[in-house]
């Protein structure tokens, strides 16, 4: 059978955070875990959208449970502030959906002095996830899911111009931080595994969705080619955000699977596992980049056994 969101499992009192969720995939991975009765923490950078999002949903489901938080992926400070306040509210955590991000801005630096894109889309979910590890750790089939692309197979690691201070180019760093999305979540799984961990490490990626992720950020021709020549090739974000809803609840999900549309080079379809790029996967490559971000971020993972 071809999953579907009808085949989401009641979610009755496991709680989530979704980054990203007041629009694209994050919105529509909340309201349909919502629907399922999950209790949903919209992780935003905006917090007004955040508010009208969770109105759209409440018009449809008035006994949503929602919460919205500010958080700012591409400042460091303002991630330890989201995760110092959900520890003081929250006993545990079950799944962390690390699916916001930005796409080919032109280059600007974070509020730490990182390159925006690898500080958004990798930096801050990486520290996020080692500062909310212990909330997971006590939660129930506790997850991590981490929002990829089929772009991580052109990516790299840019290790002597992490921030692009030498050769900037857009996509080919908005490629890096997808990668870099990919590499995390594999070595996550490796080191949970080592470690006897409870929680599950799973990489999914949306396909080809229309998302405003293509029009917010980039410029020129990019915007004009993601915006509006391919656009009417690409499916809704109910659509796209099957892979990570599929990672985030099917019962029969495995740590470090890569979850993905089963169409045609993965544009578009149903949930499946797909490949992940050898160099992805490259133990090497995790230890290094897992070092780094380590160095840039200050966040030390303690993986601990489950209960």
Same mark, same amino acid.
């Given at each position: ?9 009641? *979610?009755?009192?496991?709680? &989530? ?21 999950g ?20 018009a449809?489901q ?54 925006? *894109? ?21 939660g ?6 981490t929002?990829s692309?089929t ?6 690691i840019? &290790?002597?111009?992490i921030?692009?201070?030498?050769g900037?180019?857009?996509?080919? &760093? ?19 595994t080592?470690?006897?961990s409870?929680?599950?490490?799973v990489?999914?990626?949306p %396909?080809?969705?229309?998302?405003n992720l *293509?029009?917010s ?9 993601? %915006? ?6 690409? *499916?809704s974000?109910d ?9 985030a609840?099917?019962?029969?999900v ?6 993905g ?8 379809g ?16 995790g ?7 380590e ?6 993972f303690? &993986?601990?056994p489950?209960?």
């Open positions: 059978m071809r999953w579907t969101v009808e085949r989401i499992p009641d *979610q009755n009192k496991r709680v &989530f955070v979704v980054t990203g969720a007041n629009s694209g995939l994050g919105l529509a991975t909340t309201r349909m875990l919502a629907r399922r009765r209790h949903v923490i919209l992780a935003v950078r905006d917090e007004e959208k955040g508010r009208r999002a969770v109105v759209e949903i409440t449809r008035p006994d949503a449970v929602l919460e919205v938080r500010r958080l700012d992926l591409a400042d460091l400070d303002s991630v330890r502030a989201f995760a110092d306040r959900l520890r003081e509210d929250h006993a545990r955590l079950d799944v962390l959906v690390n699916n916001a991000g930005v796409m080919a801005p032109p280059r600007t630096l974070s509020a730490q002095g990182h390159e925006l *894109q690898f500080a958004a889309n990798h930096l801050g979910h990486f520290a996020l996830t080692g500062l909310l590890l212990d909330l997971l750790t006590a129930h089939d506790p997850r991590v899911v929002v692309s772009n991580h197979r052109q990516g790299r840019h &290790f002597d111009d921030t692009g201070e030498h900037y180019k857009p996509m080919a &760093f908005y490629n890096q931080s997808k990668f870099a999305n990919a590499v995390f979540g594999r070595e996550l799984h490796r080191r949970l080592e470690a006897g409870p929680v599950l490490s990489l999914a990626h %396909g080809y969705t229309a998302t *293509q029009t950020s980039p410029s020129g021709l990019t915007k004009l080619l993601f %915006g509006r020549v391919l656009a009417p090739l690409a *499916q974000p659509q796209g955000a099957l892979p990570q809803l599929y990672a609840t099917a019962p029969d495995a740590g470090g699977q890569f979850i549309p089963d169409g045609l080079a993965e544009l578009r149903r949930p499946t596992t797909v490949r992940l790029s050898p160099a992805a996967a490259d133990a090497d490559t230890r290094r980049l897992w070092q780094l971000s160095q840039l971020t200050d966040v030390h303690v &993986f601990r489950g209960p």
